[in-house]
């Protein structure tokens, strides 16, 4: 590496820290001291507008990023800055409408390293050369804005994909967006970003010898991250793009959302009328952008988060030094009053969202002096798995409480009736702290499930100590497939088995086990459970990692209900004979039944993120065997279902 920056991180770092240092393949830089990088809340478009034409200077610096508080740990990085300004991660912003002319320059201010910058070009394109850049030089890119939408730029000192760039110029990416001519520009840019360092064996300084990684969102890491305030009924429209190399399954508390449109960074496709996805989870790969648009009918407070549990977990908070305050303390600033209550810990893609009442809005009431009474008992069952404990939920029948260490993987399924208020209590026998997301029901604030989050001013939800209870009441308003979950140490609490299956169903239109097949994929265990594993947990199908075969007929539809709730991984689920896909109708997406022209016959294939449900409609012609498989995208585990057709 070159001395320059070697010496100016040496010179920046963290009390307490030895600040982490970058590998040999940094570029040796022209200027001797790294600069402080600005977080970039997309608002302020970039660059100098005059007839038609937008003039944009950019160059490459490096710099320290300060994810979290200011005088917080940071990290180093490449960035993108507009010349004569601080970098930004994420870089400035290329805002234009529609038909707009764009010079951009990009200067490479490196000694021994090209840069190669992508995305600065007119949209939708097929391919990207790139702009290639030679050490100590400048290059302009001249285009037309030819097609609106939300498009990124990113850079790399190599001939790596945007998945595949290494953590100091991991933040070398910036948004793009072209609006159409008249159109409102009150929508707000997101970009994710993730900062990863691999473990330096060869190096003898401690804080090397692990990997190191944060997670941003416009260069912020919650509870950091932009705070949202908005006024019941207001529209809120959002655009999201993903710039690292990992996927993201982006969910939100409380409410649907529609998804306008979804793209690869070079091109979008726009959704319209009933065509547009309605969601709570929509799964984003690496490079990939999307628009939605959603209206917060209830007053509290909410997030929007990555459904990753690692990647809004402690372990993508930066370390700090020993003589710093608690990790309580380090994290009171999650949300709650503060002192009020032990806070979540959270960390890297979250959002906190405060909806305020409308004027006039009468308060609804969340008690039910006739609500359906559930006891749910969060419980621990000693080297379930291996010498690892397994964590599960048990429904309480009767007066009597069930033994302490039974659990069930995943828990019982909870079929609730649209419309019936339902009264949960919730009693943690865990050693630890716990909570329970209704995942994707329209909910009040205060049960939602993050502890010192939801919930309304002065009506905050605690976290359920050890030993001790908390009520959850709601009344579910549309039926469909759920999810019910931790919400408390998830990537170790959902992993080992806090998960289960909710279905709420018409009054008059019961649950019918013989037609409704819920397939549930969870965590088969803590993520070192089994090491070929790394850190992710196994997967487990409906609690078992070779379950029954699917008994059916020919002729009789049946509805499958497909639940994606391991903290890890993307899961994909197929229906195949030897002659290739069967066909399924899909009918409901995170339990909200589909428009009609979404529901077409299509190949029995569908990849799911964390905190994903899809049902689907299906007829067998004839009778035979199918193999249902349920397997990782990426390489990992496959478990393959039987499926008898008779």
């Known amino acids: 590496m070159a001395a320059a920056f070697t010496n100016s991180l040496t010179a920046q770092t963290t009390p307490g820290r030895a600040q982490l240092t970058a590998s040999a393949a940094v570029p040796e830089a022209v200027a001797t001291s790294p600069a402080r990088i600005a977080p970039n809340d997309n608002r302020r478009p970039a660059g100098r507008f005059h007839k038609g034409v937008l003039t944009l200077h950019l160059e490459v610096r490096e710099g320290l990023l300060f994810p979290e508080e200011q005088g917080g740990p940071s990290v180093p990085a490449l960035a993108f800055a507009e010349i004569g300004r601080a970098p930004e991660v994420p870089g400035p912003l290329v805002r234009v409408r529609q038909g707009t002319e764009i010079r951009v320059s990009v200067r490479n201010p490196f000694r021994d390293s090209v840069i190669t910058v992508y995305g600065l070009q007119a949209h939708p394109a097929t391919q990207d050369t790139g702009l290639r850049i030679p050490p100590g030089a400048t290059r302009e890119a001249r285009f037309q804005a030819e097609s609106p939408g939300t498009y990124h730029y990113w850079g790399t000192t190599g001939s790596r994909g945007i998945e595949d760039r290494k953590w100091f110029e991991s933040q070398l990416s910036g948004a793009f967006i072209v609006d159409p001519p008249n159109a409102p520009t009150d929508d707000r840019v997101f970009v994710i970003g993730d900062w990863f360092r691999p473990a330096d064996s060869s190096r003898s300084d401690a804080s090397l010898l692990k990997d190191a990684e944060t997670m941003v969102i416009n260069g912020r890491s919650w509870p950091h991250t932009e705070r949202f305030f908005f006024n019941q009924g207001d529209s809120v429209r959002w655009r999201w793009i993903n710039t690292t190399g990992v996927a993201h399954p982006m969910h939100l508390h409380g409410f649907y959302f529609h998804v306008e449109s979804r793209g690869d960074g070079r091109s979008e496709q726009v959704y319209r009328g009933d065509a547009r996805p309605f969601v709570v989870t929509n799964l984003m790969l690496p490079g990939e952008t999307m628009g939605i648009a959603w209206v917060p009918e209830r007053e509290g407070n909410w997030v929007f988060h990555c459904h990753f549990a690692f990647h809004v977990s402690h372990h993508v908070a930066l370390a ?327």
């Open 320 to 646: 700090r030094p020993s003589s710093a305050a608690s990790p309580a303390a380090m994290h009171a600033p999650h949300g709650g009053p503060a002192g009020s209550h032990a806070p979540h810990q959270m960390a890297g893609l979250v959002l906190g969202i405060t909806v305020r009442p409308a004027p006039g809005a009468r308060r609804v009431e969340i008690t039910a002096p006739r609500a359906r009474d559930i006891r749910l008992l969060a419980q621990i069952a000693p080297r379930r798995f291996g010498k690892f404990s397994g964590f599960g939920y048990v429904v309480q029948q009767g007066a009597a409480a069930p033994a302490r260490d039974s659990v069930m993987i995943p828990g019982p399924m909870l079929v609730l009736r649209r419309g019936e208020p339902v009264r949960v209590t919730v009693v943690n026998n865990l050693p630890e702290a716990t909570a329970v997301h209704w995942h994707g029901i329209e909910l009040e604030s205060f049960p939602d499930g993050v502890p010192g989050w939801s919930g309304v001013p002065g009506r905050i939800m605690p976290p359920i100590a050890p030993a001790d209870s908390f009520v959850a009441e709601f009344v579910p308003p549309r039926t469909g497939t759920f999810i019910y979950h931790t919400h408390s140490n998830e990537q170790l609490q959902m992993g080992s088995g806090l998960y289960g299956a909710l279905l709420v169903v018409d009054p008059d239109r019961p649950y019918d086990p013989a037609t409704d097949k819920v397939i549930m994929v969870g965590g088969g265990g803590p993520a070192d459970s089994l090491p070929q594993f790394g850190f992710q947990s196994p997967g487990l199908v409906n609690g078992s990692p070779a379950p029954p075969p699917l008994e059916l007929r020919a002729g009789t539809s049946y509805r499958f209900r497909f639940i994606n709730i391991n903290p890890d991984w993307r899961v994909i689920f197929s229906l195949m004979s030897d002659a290739g896909f069967a066909s399924w109708r899909p009918v409901a997406k995170d339990g909200a039944d589909l428009p009609a022209p979404q529901r077409i016959e299509r190949p029995a294939y569908l990849l799911t993120g964390p905190g994903e449900t899809a049902d689907f409609e299906f007829t067998p012609a004839t009778r035979g065997e199918l193999r249902l498989e349920v397997k990782t995208m990426v390489p990992g585990w496959i478990i393959p279902i039987v499926v008898r057709v008779r």
